[in-house]
């Protein structure tokens, strides 16, 4: 995890030039809101814009970012406290959303199918390493409503979580992989690509839950 924007201030952006049937250079197979980019990361629909407007130019703007820098255990009862830069005082402005750039994921584990007619026998064990290096490798988003103004009592909690469940590997067909010669499956390997693709795809489409609390200083 590299960081996380907290984005503010709200308006229309300008018109839409963005086409997913028609992706600019180094961007294919558009779908479900985000493209595939040529080192393997998958973009928002979004950021593609603002990258064609030459970075934005609407009136939202990242109006604090939160630095984790530190791997974080999905599974494990961790908590972290980033500081805010440039600072955690906002002025006034209207916080919309949230968005969090993920810079690796590695993936170790086991799926069984334990349906009437399972299509997998037994345990599959499986890993997954994934990075990007100049760009984040997935942005997950989420929305919130705190407004930054004298109507409100100023100190806000903000509480953000990220949680992965057994269902995230529901739609993945395990059947189609291809175990190594120490039998786990290798998601890197080309020949199981496609359910490297469905992994990547589910876990962009993870959304962080958030907890707002506000009080008085």
């Not at 255990?73 to 440039?86: F, G, I, K, R, Y």
């Not at 953000?160 to 529901?170: I, V």
């Amino acid at each position: 995890m590299e960081h996380i924007d907290l984005v503010g201030g709200g308006g229309a952006s300008g018109p839409t030039t963005f086409d997913p049937a028609n992706p600019p250079p180094g961007y294919t197979n558009c779908h479900n809101g985000h493209c595939h980019r040529d080192d393997g990361a998958l973009v928002d629909y979004e950021d593609i814009q603002a990258e064609l407007d030459g970075g934005g130019g609407g009136a939202e703007a990242t109006v604090a970012s939160l630095h984790v820098d530190a791997d974080l255990d999905l599974l494990a009862d961790q908590t972290l406290s980033p500081a805010c830069e440039p600072s955690c005082e906002l002025g006034r402005t209207q916080v919309t959303r949230y968005q969090w750039d993920v810079a690796a994921v590695d993936l170790e584990g086991a799926v069984r199918d334990s349906r009437a007619a399972p299509r997998l026998h037994g345990e599959r064990r499986f890993r997954l390493a994934l990075t990007a290096a100049d760009a984040p490798l997935l942005v997950l988003r989420g929305t919130v409503d705190i407004p930054s103004d004298r109507e409100n009592k100023p100190r806000v909690k903000l509480a953000l979580r990220l949680a992965l469940s057994p269902a995230l590997f529901d739609a993945v067909d395990w059947s189609a992989t291809t175990p190594g010669a120490d039998g786990v499956v290798d998601l890197n390997a080309a020949e199981n690509a496609a359910v490297r693709t469905a992994i990547v795809e589910a876990l962009a489409a993870l959304t962080p839950e958030a907890e707002v609390q506000r009080e008085d200083r």
